[in-house]
């Protein structure tokens, strides 16, 4: 197997994942034995004195004696004209064969620039064109030897071994200084806004196609069960339900479990339905019908919530109130009563469509009964990238695909003895992804345990920076008031259907007695980082010691 580099940070990969140039490079890594060294998205440039030189090479391969073989890659048509190959950019036609020469002359005579004039550096070059079948070599302007197309595009890894051969060993550490060369070409410290970009860019793209998938399918009346796991795609999903109806003139009603989903999601659809909690849905609607419940008797009265609910199913429903299509999320949170209840608001024939993932049912909830209701499994996390996920699959007992062969940015394990020792140890996390290129934004601090029952709970900030957290108050609105902070502190109860590029889990130290339920609230917790995660965990407790091996 050849070595990649940068092994690490795949630019490809961030560039969307899939690729012809990550499709060749995976190829190339499986099929190269380990004498060649595979450089990828090496960026070139020549200093003159009043001017810069900039140029791009797809692949630059290394064998033992230090010769390196240039990889011009041209995805889809070319064109043959009488000044030879050619590949249109933006309605400019640029010369293959040229600009594969202009790369050949460049970096040798920045090789001898850098290194000396008596410094050799033996070049060679392929043109790699998978989509095209070249029909004249006289018009390419390039040696039929030099060039792999469409017809030969299996042969790819022979042809280089063919060329540029494994080389002998060679005195002077020749290969180290070539690869020292290239290796100073590329820029090997992570890109973090690259990684979150990349992360949203293909996971909307590919739960987008599972969307369409679902959205195509065709049932009188329409009535969806999807049970994903993280990262599948779920509240995309509810999503794109919700202003799918909004675009065939109907009205939807999108409700979830947590307020914090409620409230991104709403700020994500269109106008014209409605989205709120199903305890939210049911106060505001006995407002509008002028009972509005007396929240001030919540804490006092266990029955608080029983006769909110006996209120709303005694009263008539108005047309105002009623709905053309239903989109539950978090359904693995909800109470078998309460889809009868939001039945009541549906029209005839009302298309519904339910979203739940029974590994983050956080409450121990019976799952609820759909009867004549169409089933779809989707085991695939797209969120999670390759680092993190093989991590869970590592130390989690839940069962799921990875779909995203991002790398991400890893994770990192952290112990403590006494969980007051947790906020001194995220602040020097926090101060460790500000130094890579995080933002304050890009990080959230989640607790394990409920907002009150944190080593956090008293904690207004990590250093100089504030904690941003609810405050358990609202306004006249009904929105939920937080306090003055850069960073968001919440616990993964609240947080769930959401996700950051950077994750820093804490209070992890769950009881023996309840450890099923603490392992779905890690993993849900888990799920949420998009890009990198850092653990707090209990040195002493005998459940999770695995996670610090």
């Keep these: 197997m050849a070595r990649i580099v940068p092994s690490d940070i795949s630019r490809l990969a961030l560039a969307g994942a899939h690729t012809p140039e990550l499709e060749t490079l995976r190829t190339l890594k499986a099929q190269l034995p380990q004498d060649f060294t595979v450089f990828h998205g ?15 090479i ?37 010369n293959v064969a040229e600009q594969t020469r202009r790369s050949l002359e460049k970096v040798r005579e920045k090789f001898r620039w850098q290194q000396g004039r008596k410094s050799t550096l033996h070049l060679d070059y392929l043109l790699y064109c998978p989509d095209y079948r070249v029909r004249s070599l006289n018009a390419a302007g390039l040696g039929a030897s030099r060039i792999v197309d469409a017809g030969a595009r299996d042969g790819l890894p022979a042809r280089i071994q063919s060329v540029l051969g494994s080389g002998g060993a060679q005195g002077g550490g020749h290969r ?12 090997l410290v992570p890109d973090i806004h690259a990684h979150v970009a990349a992360g949203e860019t293909a996971f909307v793209r590919r739960t987008g196609a ?3 998938i679902l959205t195509a399918l065709e049932m009188k009346p329409f009535r969806l069960r999807v049970a994903g796991v993280p990262g599948s795609g779920k509240s995309f999903l509810a999503r794109d339900f919700f202003e799918r109806a909004l675009h065939a003139d109907r009205r939807p009603l999108l409700v979830c479990f947590n307020r914090p989903l409620a ?24 407002e509008a019908r002028g009972r509005k419940p007396d929240f001030g008797q919540m804490d006092k009265d266990p029955d608080f919530w029983r006769t909110v609910l006996d209120r709303v199913m005694g009263e008539a429903i108005p047309d105002d109130w009623r709905f053309d299509s239903l989109i539950v999320d978090e359904g693995q949170d909800f109470e078998p009563e309460w889809l009868e209840i939001l039945r009541m608001f549906l029209r005839e024939d009302a298309e519904t469509v339910w979203l739940e993932d029974p590994d983050q049912d956080l409450y121990g909830k019976p799952r609820v009964t759909l009867e004549d209701f169409v089933g779809y499994r989707c085991g695939v996390n797209y969120r999670s990238p390759e680092s993190v996920a093989r991590f869970m699959r590592e130390h989690l007992p839940f069962q799921f695909q990875p779909g995203n062969d991002l790398p991400g940015l890893g994770v990192d394990v952290h112990g403590y003895d006494d969980p007051t020792e947790q906020p001194d140890l995220a602040r020097r996390i926090v101060l460790d992804l500000l130094r890579q290129g995080f933002g304050h934004e890009d990080i959230v601090i989640l607790s ?12 207004n900030g990590l250093g100089d920076v504030r904690l941003r957290r609810f405050t358990g108050e609202y306004d006249a609105g009904g929105n ?18 959401q996700e950051a590029p950077a994750v820093v889990l804490t209070d992890i130290d769950p009881e023996p007695q309840r450890l099923e339920q603490a392992l779905r609230v890690l993993y849900c917790g888990m799920t949420r980082a998009t890009v990198r995660l850092d653990l707090l965990v209990n040195t002493s407790n005998a459940e999770v010691r695995g996670l610090l091996a």
């Design 42 to 56: 090496v960026h070139w440039s020549r200093e003159y004195r009043t001017w810069t030189d900039f140029g791009e």
């Design 58 to 94: 797809d692949f630059a391969i290394v064998n033992r004696s230090g010769d390196v073989l240039l990889i011009e890659q041209k995805n889809g048509a070319l064109a043959e004209t009488d000044a030879g190959l050619v590949k249109r950019y933006d309605e400019v036609d640029k």
């Design 176 to 187: 180290e200084l070539v690869e020292a060369f290239f290796t100073q070409t590329l820029d």
């Design 210 to 212: 599972l969307a369409q």
């Design 263 to 286: 409230e991104r999601l709403k700020s994500r659809v269109g106008a014209g339905g409605y989205v709120s909690t199903f305890l939210g849905f049911c106060d505001r609607f006995l």
């Design 448 to 459: 394990c345990r409920g907002m009150g029952h944190s080593a956090f709970s008293e904690v």
């Design 480 to 497: 939920q008031l937080m306090t003055d902070g850069r960073l968001v502190f919440d616990s993964v109860y609240r947080f769930k259907g």
